[in-house]
Nanobody
Framework: QVQLVESGGGSVQAGGSLRLSCAVS?????????AGWFRQAPGKEREGVAV???????RYADSVKGRITISQDNAKNTLYLQMNSLKPEDTAMYYC?????????????????WGQGTQVTVSS
């Protein structure tokens, strides 16, 4: 049974930073190719923010390139999202996802496991 638990969300002012963590129980990292972070703002569809493959390759949404970094600690079974220079448009519920057999995909339905989400609010 794979479970994902996010932490690290909160409220910050524009320009601030947050680091999200996702603790993964089970062997999702070693069994599947990709894991990543998605976000969903009210009234909008869930969108991919950043994904990482088992070999460490990464892919980012254009809107976050240069500001957000995804990383993975296999020893700790933990996925991270370091977010810098945050903007009000980054406000959303952020979800950790794992269990995609399609590498570097930002298609949400490709991910088998999801966390409960952590809220990020950026004020101007």
């Amino acid at each position: 049974q794979v479970q994902l638990v996010e932490s690290g969300g909160g409220s910050v002012q524009a320009g601030g930073s947050l680091r999200l963590s996702c603790a993964v129980s089970g062997d999702a990292f070693s069994t599947y190719c990709a894991a990543g972070w998605f976000r969903q703002a009210p009234g909008k569809e869930r969108e991919g923010v950043a994904v990482i493959d088992s070999d460490g390759s990464t892919r980012y949404a254009d809107s976050v390139k240069g500001r957000i970094t995804i990383s993975q600690d296999n020893a700790k079974n933990t996925l991270y999202l370091q977010m810098n220079s945050l903007k009000p448009e980054d406000t959303a519920m952020y979800y950790c996802a794992a269990g995609s057999s399609l590498c570097l995909t930002m298609i949400a339905r490709r991910y088998r496991y999801w966390g409960q989400g952590t809220q990020v609010t950026v004020s101007s």
